[in-house]
Protein backbone atom coordinates (compact mmCIF):
# COMPACT_ATOMS: atom_id res chain seq x y z
CA UNK A 1 0.00 0.00 0.00
CA UNK A 2 1.76 3.65 -0.89
CA UNK A 3 1.29 6.55 1.83
CA UNK A 4 -1.08 7.92 -0.66
CA UNK A 5 -3.10 5.03 -0.23
CA UNK A 6 -2.50 5.18 3.29
CA UNK A 7 -3.43 8.77 4.03
CA UNK A 8 -6.73 8.25 1.85
CA UNK A 9 -8.07 5.25 4.14
CA UNK A 10 -6.70 7.33 7.22
CA UNK A 11 -9.19 10.55 6.02
CA UNK A 12 -11.79 8.03 4.74
CA UNK A 13 -12.49 6.45 8.49
CA UNK A 14 -11.57 9.77 10.20
CA UNK A 15 -12.57 12.41 8.33
CA UNK A 16 -10.46 15.18 6.72
CA UNK A 17 -6.62 16.02 7.97
CA UNK A 18 -5.15 19.14 8.94
CA UNK A 19 -2.84 20.36 5.94
CA UNK A 20 -0.02 20.05 9.01
CA UNK A 21 -0.91 16.83 9.66
CA UNK A 22 -0.71 15.49 5.66
CA UNK A 23 2.78 17.71 5.65
CA UNK A 24 3.84 15.41 8.62
CA UNK A 25 2.89 12.33 6.76
CA UNK A 26 4.19 13.01 3.42
CA UNK A 27 7.41 14.27 4.48
CA UNK A 28 8.31 12.34 7.82
CA UNK A 29 6.71 8.99 7.82
CA UNK A 30 9.18 6.62 9.13
CA UNK A 31 8.37 3.84 6.56
CA UNK A 32 7.28 5.82 3.65
CA UNK A 33 8.02 9.58 4.04
CA UNK A 34 9.78 12.02 1.11
CA UNK A 35 12.82 12.33 3.56
CA UNK A 36 12.68 8.64 4.70
CA UNK A 37 13.09 7.14 1.54
CA UNK A 38 13.38 9.58 -1.67
CA UNK A 39 16.27 12.31 -0.42
CA UNK A 40 15.93 14.72 -3.64
CA UNK A 41 19.48 16.61 -2.99
CA UNK A 42 19.94 17.81 -6.84
CA UNK A 43 17.13 16.49 -8.35
CA UNK A 44 13.94 17.75 -6.82
CA UNK A 45 15.79 20.51 -5.18
CA UNK A 46 19.34 21.95 -4.39
CA UNK A 47 20.76 23.82 -1.82
CA UNK A 48 23.14 26.45 -1.29
CA UNK A 49 26.04 24.00 -0.36
CA UNK A 50 25.28 22.30 -3.29
CA UNK A 51 25.24 25.27 -5.70
CA UNK A 52 29.35 26.77 -4.46
CA UNK A 53 31.51 25.58 -1.56
CA UNK A 54 32.17 29.21 -0.62
CA UNK A 55 28.73 28.47 1.80
CA UNK A 56 30.18 26.11 3.83
CA UNK A 57 33.41 27.40 4.03
CA UNK A 58 31.93 30.49 5.32
CA UNK A 59 30.01 29.07 7.68
CA UNK A 60 32.88 26.98 8.84
CA UNK A 61 34.50 30.31 9.88
CA UNK A 62 31.44 31.39 11.20
CA UNK A 63 31.18 28.35 13.63
CA UNK A 64 34.75 29.08 14.58
CA UNK A 65 33.95 32.78 15.67
CA UNK A 66 31.22 31.82 17.77
CA UNK A 67 32.92 29.10 19.61
CA UNK A 68 35.75 31.63 20.51
CA UNK A 69 33.13 33.91 21.30
CA UNK A 70 32.15 31.12 23.50
CA UNK A 71 35.34 30.53 25.28
CA UNK A 72 36.52 28.43 23.52
CA UNK A 73 35.37 25.57 25.41
CA UNK A 74 37.41 22.18 25.30
CA UNK A 75 34.70 20.66 24.52
CA UNK A 76 31.07 21.41 22.20
CA UNK A 77 28.70 19.64 20.67
CA UNK A 78 28.69 21.00 16.50
CA UNK A 79 25.30 19.97 15.46
CA UNK A 80 23.78 20.03 12.02
CA UNK A 81 20.24 19.46 11.84
CA UNK A 82 19.19 17.88 8.19
CA UNK A 83 22.42 17.51 6.69
CA UNK A 84 21.61 15.99 3.67
CA UNK A 85 24.74 14.32 1.60
CA UNK A 86 27.47 16.09 4.26
CA UNK A 87 28.06 19.42 1.56
CA UNK A 88 27.78 22.02 3.74
CA UNK A 89 29.63 19.69 7.38
CA UNK A 90 32.53 18.76 4.66
CA UNK A 91 32.88 22.35 3.24
CA UNK A 92 32.51 23.90 6.54
CA UNK A 93 35.13 21.83 8.49
CA UNK A 94 37.50 21.71 5.71
CA UNK A 95 38.04 25.49 6.27
CA UNK A 96 37.48 25.02 10.18
CA UNK A 97 40.22 22.67 10.74
CA UNK A 98 42.66 25.12 9.06
CA UNK A 99 41.15 28.38 11.03
CA UNK A 100 40.56 27.39 13.93
CA UNK A 101 44.04 25.15 14.57
CA UNK A 102 44.43 21.97 16.69
CA UNK A 103 42.72 22.82 19.65
CA UNK A 104 39.31 23.30 17.59
CA UNK A 105 39.53 20.04 15.70
CA UNK A 106 40.32 18.51 19.38
CA UNK A 107 36.63 20.26 20.71
CA UNK A 108 34.61 19.61 18.15
CA UNK A 109 31.92 17.02 18.55
CA UNK A 110 30.28 16.32 15.43
CA UNK A 111 26.52 15.16 15.75
CA UNK A 112 24.34 14.86 13.03
CA UNK A 113 20.63 15.32 13.52
CA UNK A 114 19.42 12.84 11.05
CA UNK A 115 16.78 10.31 10.95
CA UNK A 116 17.19 8.70 7.61
CA UNK A 117 18.98 5.53 7.33
CA UNK A 118 19.77 5.98 3.86
CA UNK A 119 21.24 9.50 4.24
CA UNK A 120 23.19 8.81 7.12
CA UNK A 121 24.80 6.10 5.20
CA UNK A 122 25.68 8.93 2.64
CA UNK A 123 27.04 11.38 5.72
CA UNK A 124 28.87 8.94 8.03
CA UNK A 125 31.13 8.18 4.45
CA UNK A 126 31.64 11.45 3.51
CA UNK A 127 32.77 13.05 6.57
CA UNK A 128 34.34 10.05 8.01
CA UNK A 129 37.67 12.30 9.26
CA UNK A 130 35.19 13.49 11.36
CA UNK A 131 33.92 10.61 13.24
CA UNK A 132 30.19 11.60 13.32
CA UNK A 133 27.71 10.47 15.80
CA UNK A 134 24.09 10.47 15.35
CA UNK A 135 20.73 11.50 16.63
CA UNK A 136 17.25 11.25 15.69
CA UNK A 137 16.13 14.92 16.91
CA UNK A 138 17.99 17.61 18.57
CA UNK A 139 16.01 16.60 21.79
CA UNK A 140 18.69 13.54 21.81
CA UNK A 141 22.14 15.37 21.46
CA UNK A 142 23.86 14.76 24.66
CA UNK A 143 24.44 17.86 27.26
CA UNK A 144 27.17 20.53 26.90
CA UNK A 145 28.12 23.82 25.15
CA UNK A 146 26.56 23.36 21.41
CA UNK A 147 26.85 24.91 18.18
CA UNK A 148 23.97 24.47 16.04
CA UNK A 149 23.62 25.10 11.95
CA UNK A 150 20.48 24.07 9.91
CA UNK A 151 20.21 25.32 5.87
CA UNK A 152 16.86 24.41 4.83
CA UNK A 153 15.24 22.91 7.62
CA UNK A 154 12.56 25.26 9.13
CA UNK A 155 10.51 25.29 5.30
CA UNK A 156 10.02 21.46 6.19
CA UNK A 157 8.55 21.78 9.44
CA UNK A 158 4.87 21.62 8.96
CA UNK A 159 2.23 24.25 8.99
CA UNK A 160 -1.28 24.60 9.96
CA UNK A 161 -2.99 26.51 7.66
CA UNK A 162 -5.71 29.43 8.00
CA UNK A 163 -8.10 31.08 5.25
CA UNK A 164 -10.87 33.46 5.57
CA UNK A 165 -14.60 32.47 4.29
CA UNK A 166 -17.31 35.10 5.27
CA UNK A 167 -15.31 36.91 7.87
CA UNK A 168 -14.22 33.44 9.49
CA UNK A 169 -11.24 32.11 10.33
CA UNK A 170 -11.54 28.39 9.06
CA UNK A 171 -8.36 25.39 8.94
CA UNK A 172 -7.49 24.38 5.95
CA UNK A 173 -7.61 20.56 5.70
CA UNK A 174 -6.97 17.64 3.11
CA UNK A 175 -10.03 15.52 2.24
CA UNK A 176 -11.17 13.48 -0.64
CA UNK A 177 -13.33 14.75 -3.57
CA UNK A 178 -16.52 12.93 -5.16
CA UNK A 179 -14.37 10.77 -7.17
CA UNK A 180 -12.25 9.90 -3.62
CA UNK A 181 -9.43 11.85 -4.93
CA UNK A 182 -6.90 14.06 -2.35
CA UNK A 183 -8.49 17.49 -2.01
CA UNK A 184 -8.32 20.93 -0.46
CA UNK A 185 -11.05 22.23 1.70
CA UNK A 186 -12.01 23.91 4.63
CA UNK A 187 -13.15 22.56 8.44
CA UNK A 188 -16.56 23.54 9.34
CA UNK A 189 -15.64 25.17 12.66
CA UNK A 190 -14.84 28.37 12.96
CA UNK A 191 -11.71 30.01 14.38
CA UNK A 192 -10.26 32.74 16.17
CA UNK A 193 -7.66 34.90 14.29
CA UNK A 194 -4.48 33.01 13.74
CA UNK A 195 -1.18 33.81 15.10
CA UNK A 196 0.02 36.73 12.77
CA UNK A 197 -3.38 37.77 10.92
CA UNK A 198 -3.74 41.15 9.86
CA UNK A 199 -6.96 42.99 9.14
CA UNK A 200 -6.32 42.34 5.70
CA UNK A 201 -5.16 38.90 5.79
CA UNK A 202 -6.95 36.44 3.49
CA UNK A 203 -5.08 33.26 4.11
CA UNK A 204 -2.12 32.62 7.25
CA UNK A 205 0.19 29.37 8.12
CA UNK A 206 1.38 28.70 11.07
CA UNK A 207 4.40 26.20 11.95
CA UNK A 208 3.46 24.38 14.78
CA UNK A 209 7.52 23.23 15.04
CA UNK A 210 8.63 26.56 16.31
CA UNK A 211 8.22 25.95 20.03
CA UNK A 212 9.07 22.58 19.98
CA UNK A 213 12.51 23.63 18.34
CA UNK A 214 12.51 26.73 20.49
CA UNK A 215 11.85 24.38 24.16
CA UNK A 216 14.60 22.08 23.24
CA UNK A 217 17.09 25.16 22.44
CA UNK A 218 15.77 26.63 25.64
CA UNK A 219 16.94 23.40 27.77
CA UNK A 220 20.29 23.04 26.48
CA UNK A 221 23.22 24.45 29.05
CA UNK A 222 24.79 27.60 28.34
CA UNK A 223 26.47 28.29 26.22
CA UNK A 224 24.62 27.73 23.12
CA UNK A 225 24.22 29.06 19.59
CA UNK A 226 21.99 27.90 16.82
CA UNK A 227 22.14 29.62 13.59
CA UNK A 228 19.68 28.78 10.54
CA UNK A 229 19.08 29.32 7.07
CA UNK A 230 16.07 29.69 5.16
CA UNK A 231 13.58 31.07 2.76
CA UNK A 232 10.92 33.49 3.80
CA UNK A 233 9.67 36.77 4.72
CA UNK A 234 11.94 38.66 7.04
CA UNK A 235 8.59 40.38 8.95
CA UNK A 236 5.36 39.25 7.38
CA UNK A 237 3.38 35.99 8.18
CA UNK A 238 3.54 34.08 4.98
CA UNK A 239 -0.10 33.21 3.36
CA UNK A 240 -0.85 30.03 1.26
CA UNK A 241 3.00 29.02 0.36
CA UNK A 242 3.13 25.21 0.30
CA UNK A 243 4.66 23.97 -2.75
CA UNK A 244 5.71 20.60 -4.15
CA UNK A 245 8.91 20.01 -6.40
CA UNK A 246 9.90 16.92 -8.18
CA UNK A 247 12.74 16.50 -10.63
CA UNK A 248 13.35 20.36 -10.27
CA UNK A 249 9.38 21.01 -11.72
CA UNK A 250 6.84 22.30 -9.32
CA UNK A 251 3.87 19.79 -9.02
CA UNK A 252 0.88 19.70 -6.76
CA UNK A 253 1.12 19.29 -3.46
CA UNK A 254 -1.42 16.26 -3.35
CA UNK A 255 -0.15 14.17 -6.54
CA UNK A 256 2.17 12.32 -4.85
CA UNK A 257 2.76 12.48 -1.05
CA UNK A 258 6.05 11.08 0.12
CA UNK A 259 7.35 11.14 -3.59
CA UNK A 260 7.79 15.10 -3.67
CA UNK A 261 9.45 17.58 -2.01
CA UNK A 262 6.60 19.57 -0.12
CA UNK A 263 8.25 23.01 1.43
CA UNK A 264 6.27 26.62 2.74
CA UNK A 265 8.16 30.36 3.43
CA UNK A 266 9.09 30.29 6.67
CA UNK A 267 7.93 32.97 8.87
CA UNK A 268 10.68 34.55 10.72
CA UNK A 269 9.05 37.05 12.33
CA UNK A 270 7.12 34.98 14.14
CA UNK A 271 10.34 33.04 14.95
CA UNK A 272 12.22 35.96 16.16
CA UNK A 273 8.91 36.96 18.42
CA UNK A 274 8.67 33.15 19.83
CA UNK A 275 12.54 32.85 20.92
CA UNK A 276 12.58 35.94 22.35
CA UNK A 277 9.59 35.83 24.51
CA UNK A 278 11.23 32.49 25.66
CA UNK A 279 13.87 33.90 26.56
CA UNK A 280 16.52 33.53 23.62
CA UNK A 281 18.94 36.20 22.15
CA UNK A 282 17.72 36.74 18.76
CA UNK A 283 19.91 38.40 15.83
CA UNK A 284 18.68 38.95 12.66
CA UNK A 285 16.70 37.71 10.50
CA UNK A 286 19.32 38.81 7.68
CA UNK A 287 19.56 38.52 4.14
CA UNK A 288 21.78 35.86 3.51
CA UNK A 289 23.99 37.96 0.76
CA UNK A 290 24.61 40.02 3.16
CA UNK A 291 25.03 37.63 6.11
CA UNK A 292 28.09 35.73 3.76
CA UNK A 293 29.52 39.20 2.92
CA UNK A 294 30.16 40.10 6.35
CA UNK A 295 31.43 36.61 6.97
CA UNK A 296 33.98 37.38 4.32
CA UNK A 297 32.48 35.89 0.78
CA UNK A 298 34.39 38.25 -1.51
CA UNK A 299 37.93 37.75 -0.11
CA UNK A 300 37.31 33.79 -0.19
CA UNK A 301 35.55 33.93 -3.57
CA UNK A 302 38.46 36.31 -4.89
CA UNK A 303 40.89 33.45 -3.52
CA UNK A 304 39.26 30.78 -5.00
CA UNK A 305 39.58 31.98 -8.44
CA UNK A 306 43.10 32.88 -7.98
CA UNK A 307 44.18 29.17 -7.06
CA UNK A 308 41.83 27.96 -9.78
CA UNK A 309 41.75 30.61 -13.07
CA UNK A 310 40.88 27.85 -15.34
CA UNK A 311 37.27 27.84 -13.41
CA UNK A 312 36.91 31.35 -12.88
CA UNK A 313 33.78 31.75 -14.22
CA UNK A 314 32.00 29.21 -12.98
CA UNK A 315 33.30 30.09 -9.40
CA UNK A 316 32.57 33.34 -9.18
CA UNK A 317 29.04 32.72 -11.18
CA UNK A 318 28.35 30.07 -8.57
CA UNK A 319 29.08 32.29 -5.44
CA UNK A 320 27.21 35.12 -7.30
CA UNK A 321 23.85 33.21 -6.93
CA UNK A 322 24.37 32.62 -2.89
CA UNK A 323 24.71 36.33 -2.76
CA UNK A 324 22.96 38.43 -5.09
CA UNK A 325 19.59 40.10 -4.20
CA UNK A 326 17.94 38.94 -7.85
CA UNK A 327 18.80 35.54 -6.72
CA UNK A 328 19.38 33.30 -3.13
CA UNK A 329 20.65 36.51 -1.55
CA UNK A 330 17.81 38.09 -0.85
CA UNK A 331 15.07 35.39 -0.42
CA UNK A 332 16.98 33.54 2.01
CA UNK A 333 18.18 34.65 5.20
CA UNK A 334 19.93 34.15 8.35
CA UNK A 335 18.56 34.60 12.09
CA UNK A 336 20.56 33.15 14.93
CA UNK A 337 19.37 32.17 18.35
CA UNK A 338 21.60 31.90 21.22
CA UNK A 339 21.75 31.63 25.09
CA UNK A 340 22.19 34.78 26.97
CA UNK A 341 25.28 36.52 27.62
CA UNK A 342 26.90 36.30 24.81
CA UNK A 343 28.22 38.71 22.36
CA UNK A 344 26.42 39.78 19.14
CA UNK A 345 27.26 37.14 16.21
CA UNK A 346 29.19 37.73 13.54
CA UNK A 347 27.77 38.44 10.14
CA UNK A 348 24.82 40.22 11.80
Keep these: MTLKDRIIRLI ?3 GPIPVSTYMQLALHDSAQGYYATRPGLGTDFITAPEVSQVFGELIGLWVVNEWRAMGAPDSFHLVEIGPGRGTLMADALRLAYVAGGREFADAAKLTLVEPSP ?5 QA ?3 SDYTPSFADTLGNVPAGPMILVANEYLDCL ?3 QFRKADGQWRECV ?4 ADGALAFGLAADEQRAPDGAAETSEAVEVQIGFDLLIADLLTRPAPMRALFIDYGPADATPGDSLRAFSQGEQVSPLAQPGETDLTVDVDFGRLKRLAARMGLDVAGPTPQGMFLMGLGAQARLNQL ?3 NPDHADAIFNNAQRLIDPKDMGSRFKA ?5 TGLPAPVGF
Design 12 to 14: ETG
Design 158 to 160: PAR
Design 305 to 307: VEA
Design 125 to 127: ERL
Design 335 to 339: ICLSS
Design 174 to 177: VGLD
Design 118 to 122: ELRKV
